[in-house]
């Protein structure tokens, strides 16, 4: 069974309280993220990194605060949460797919799909299961979630990896998950089996 990991927008204005756009207790997740994908790099596991690479004026900042713009210290990766061979694939119309230990898919909305290439991404990569964690649960989680699980393959999400800007949408979602055929697992239990 082929595995793919996909580290959902874990970015310094996401994970920590300075954010543009802070999820709460959200640095606390760093070290499992961090293990999660290094996990990946020693098991030849494809790592997909969603990060938001926002323009100065895009219209999601009519609904949120302005976050993850292109080129500021906010919308950077960790270094925790980087591996050292990774390419980016970004928002241009037919870019070319580069495989690398981690490929951070830049988008300007909630979902990873809105990216004119990720689908091709998905295809090149041929994964049998992916397994998603990061944040924030009730927003771009559940849009990597759903759009995951209508492409036919099994989905994971790691519960101990993730963070609701709302708790109560972040169960919300983990029970509309389990109902959609969902597998929820914990970091420790998910790298044992794998």
Known sequence: MRTVFVDVDTQFDFLFPAGALYVPGAERLLPAIARLNRF???HDVPLISTTDAHLE???EFQSWPP????GTAGQHKPPATLLVRRATLSMQLAAPIELADQIIV???ALDVFTNPNFRALLDRLAADRYVVYGVA???CVRCALFGLLGTGKAVTLVTDAIAAVNSGDGAATLREFVAQGGMPATSTALTEAL
């Open 57 to 59: 004026n895009d219209p």
């Open 67 to 70: 976050h993850g713009i292109a």
């Open 137 to 139: 649960t009730d927003y």
């Open 106 to 108: 830049e988008k300007r």
């Open 40 to 42: 990946a790099a020693a």
